[in-house]
Nanobody, 123 residues
């Protein structure tokens, strides 16, 4: 099961870096994603990376967020720059049963979820 860290409170325009590990296992056989949920809203796709390093971003974060992982493929990162109050949400790290990245944008593709980490951006 994934485990997120790195959330917190930041002012608008600031940066945060989220991390996700999966009990020491590698991400080779999964597409890994960051998905967020703001209060009163549905879960929203943020970014994903497949086994081969291909990455994708949601429209709301393109150009501001960057997904990456370490060389051993045991830790997933989300660098969030130029944060906005509308980025406030619980951020989840999730694993898909598809390694290729197919259907990366579909929330239902992801079947293993971390508990989430809160990101709050003040105006």
């Amino acid at each position: 099961q994934p485990l997120e860290s790195g959330g917190g409170l930041v002012q608008a325009g600031g940066s945060l870096r989220l991390s996700c590990t999966a009990s020491g296992r590698t991400f080779d056989k999964h597409t890994m994603a960051w998905i967020r949920q703001a209060p009163g809203k549905e879960r929203e796709f943020v970014s994903a990376m497949n086994w081969d390093g291909d990455s994708w971003y949601g429209n709301a974060v393109t150009g501001r967020f960057t997904i990456s992982r370490n060389n051993r493929k045991t830790t997933l990162f989300l660098q969030m720059d130029n944060l906005k109050p509308e980025d406030t949400a619980v951020y989840y790290c999730a694993a898909s049963r598809f390694a290729s990245g197919i259907y990366y944008y579909r929330i239902e593709t992801y079947d293993s979820w971390g508990p989430g980490t809160q990101v709050t951006v003040s105006s």
